[in-house]
């Protein structure tokens, strides 16, 4: 009799914890990279440092694709100073694409929810605890990081690359009617099943890539969440938005519209 | 259904719509005259108002859009106490 009451004060226990994730959640971060030997350990301190202080259960998956820079050894060395269970690195010969990145680091992640994001330092990582509180809120499939919304925002754009940004999401809005509205964006929370799932139907590269996934969860009838995020771009400079990709920007576009 | 096909469903109807009204014998219209000389030009004045709306949309949004100065300050002191504190936990940059 005693063991029975105590088991049963201990499960009410775990669910008294307003506000935080249960006990049995766990956080996946699929970090691929290619050539972050600069960035890797700042965003990993970061992420550890917003987990620990969130109290949040996790594991952050390093994908790295042969990066020439030395990433993979810096990543060694943080997998010394963190732990294999909280740093995994889960490497491939060369740079093979974002879409068999999360594959290839899904199958080695142990968390039921996973958060997709970018090394370099533009998506912050203290957002990830309130994407968490989003997704428990609503109890949605995806949680979308948005720059277009509430206090979301951008730091070190200049004009053109705003209205470059403003006018796509533009027409991207009025041609597939997503229901969110950041879609290039490659800042989210999903459930760890249903991040499989998409990936499974989705075809395109790049940009266009993240937004195939956003419409293609609304197509399976997934429930979608917006956090408000700031992005902060360091390598605009070096980064290419010319021609070519606002090339294939629109002919990705123009064969979703027309296909789903 | 697809968005295209959408779109074209939505134009097709809305243009042989159009077309009905302006081309075809009007039924029942009090002034024919008066409301066909509207309706004729009607899809040009749509597009340009669609135009300007979309411009204008467009423009405000570039306008309002959030730069995060905070942010990039917050990001910048963070990066530092990161370095350090890595650096003392043994990491080679």
């Not at chain 1, 093979?96 to 533009?122: F, V």
């Not at chain 2, 109807?13 to 014998?25: I, N």
């Amino acid at each position: 009799m005693a063991s029975v009451e105590v088991s049963r004060s201990l499960h009410r226990s775990r669910w008294d914890q307003e506000g935080q994730a249960p006990r049995q959640d766990k956080f996946s971060v699929l970090l691929p990279t290619y050539n972050e030997r600069e960035n890797l350990p700042l965003i990993v301190w970061l992420l550890v440092k917003s987990f620990t202080e969130s109290g949040i259960n996790y594991e952050i998956i390093v994908i790295d694709d042969g990066s020439p820079d030395g990433t993979r050894e810096v990543a060694e060395q943080l997998e010394k100073i963190y732990g294999s269970d909280k740093i995994l690195l889960r490497p491939r010969e060369k740079k093979l694409g974002l879409g068999t990145a999360y594959i290839h680091g899904m199958k080695h992640a142990t968390g039921n929810y996973i958060i997709i994001m970018d090394a370099d330092l533009s998506h912050h990582p203290k957002f990830i605890p309130e994407f968490i509180r989003k997704q428990k809120e609503g109890n949605f499939d995806i949680v979308s990081g948005t720059r277009y919304r509430g206090n979301g925002g951008v730091y070190g754009w200049d004009l053109k690359r705003k209205i470059i940004s403003r006018g796509a999401n533009f027409i991207t809005q009025i041609l597939l009617r997503p229901g969110a509205s950041d879609l290039t964006g490659s800042f989210r929370l999903y459930r760890k099943e249903v991040l499989q799932k998409l990936i499974e139907k989705c075809v395109s590269k790049g940009y266009v890539f993240q937004m195939e996934m956003i419409v293609r969860a609304r197509q399976l009838n997934y429930t979608i969440g917006e956090v408000p995020i700031s992005f902060v771009d360091r390598v605009y400079g070096e980064s290419k938005l010319g021609g070519n990709e606002i090339v294939s920007f629109l002919k990705g576009l123009l064969t979703l519209f027309a296909t789903t | 259904m697809t968005k295209l096909a959408q779109w074209l469903w939505g134009l097709a109807l809305l243009g042989s719509t159009w077309a009905a009204l302006t081309m075809g014998p009007t039924l029942g219209l009090e002034l024919p005259l008066t409301c066909r000389e509207v309706l004729w030009p009607l899809p040009a004045y749509l597009l340009v108002t669609v135009g300007c709306f979309a411009l204008g949309t467009v423009g405000y949004r570039v306008a309002t859009f959030h730069d995060c100065e905070d942010a990039a300050l917050e990001l910048q002191n963070q990066i530092q106490e990161a370095r350090a504190d890595l650096t003392r936990r043994g990491l080679r940059f």
